[in-house]
């Protein structure tokens, strides 16, 4: 039995939360959800959208998986995701990009991973006002936060069969931050039997558009990471798909990286694929390959058959007569 702590998030956030725990449970893997609320819904009770007692049960069980929560654009409270990856010291965000044949895309075969450093670069929130004239934002990079996310790598690349790591950077403009990390990255790449290369992040934007199969394993500071993964998400059908974790030492907390979609909260129209691909992330981070295996499988027949999808694949189906076709193939 494994104790997972669940934060259903706000928006769509609950109804696709229940339709993956709906899919986890069939596969008959027996999980203890404690469930705990946070985001915008609890501001009122708690005078924050992160409660004490949210860390407190990620901490206690170690894993977590969690919904989309708003965060609101220029105003209002500091990012859920953000404070937690910093409170719990998260320090990779972890994104697989993969194509399932029947989703349309421009790509096919497409199989990559984004490795994200999480803590710090501009997402440190190190900033302030020049009077009314300006705002400055701190970017900080450091040489342990680049070492242990560049080890994270090469560690996944390795434990993973994959080929090549890519180091993504601006060194050619910041040489002394961006600088850091590709110096770095490639000390620790010299002794780990893969092949590697590095690559300036705007030229990664554009070759990720023109050749995305060149790729493998990527690992890049913060923004960059934010940036590119997004744009990887978008080769393979958009955000809806993909799956992200975030990861520490001894800690990880899974989750859907889409938007809580609040116009159709409610209405039984959420596509759950990505918070049950996050799900599948977490079944192999618990040792249950076999299961994260049958829900892999099961969602690939579902997409391939194409006959009950959700609005936003093409198709007409709600987000519980979706869950039950990916059942019916377990």
Known sequence: ??????????????????????????????????????????????????????????????????????????????????????????????????????????????????????????????????????????????KPACERIVEFAFKYAKDNNRKKVTGVHKANIMKISDGLFLNTFREVAQDKGIAFDDLIVDAAAMNLVINPEKYDVMVMPNLYGDILSDLCAGLVGGLGIIPGANIGKDVAIFEAVHGSAPDIAGQNKANPTAIIQSAIMMLRYLGEQEKALQIENALSQVFEKGEVLTQDLGGSATTTQFVDEIIKYL
Do not use: C
């Open 1 to 142: 039995m494994y104790d997972v702590t669940l934060i259903p998030g706000d928006g769509i956030g609950p109804e696709v939360s229940q339709a993956m725990v709906k899919v986890v449970e069939a596969t008959a893997v027996e999980i203890n959800w404690e469930v705990v609320e946070a985001g915008a819904a609890v501001i009122d009770e708690y005078g924050t959208p992160l409660p004490e007692y949210v860390i407190d049960s990620i901490k206690k069980n170690k894993i977590a998986i969690k919904g989309p929560i708003t965060t609101p654009v220029g105003k209002g409270f500091k990012s859920v995701n953000v404070t937690l990856r910093q409170t719990l010291d998260l320090y990779v965000n972890l994104r697989p990009v993969k194509s399932f044949k029947g989703i349309k895309s421009r790509y096919e075969d497409i199989d990559l991973v984004i490795v994200r450093e999480n803590t710090e670069d501009l997402y440190a929130g190190i900033e302030h006002k020049i009077g009314n004239f300006a705002g400055e934002s701190i970017k900080l990079i450091t």
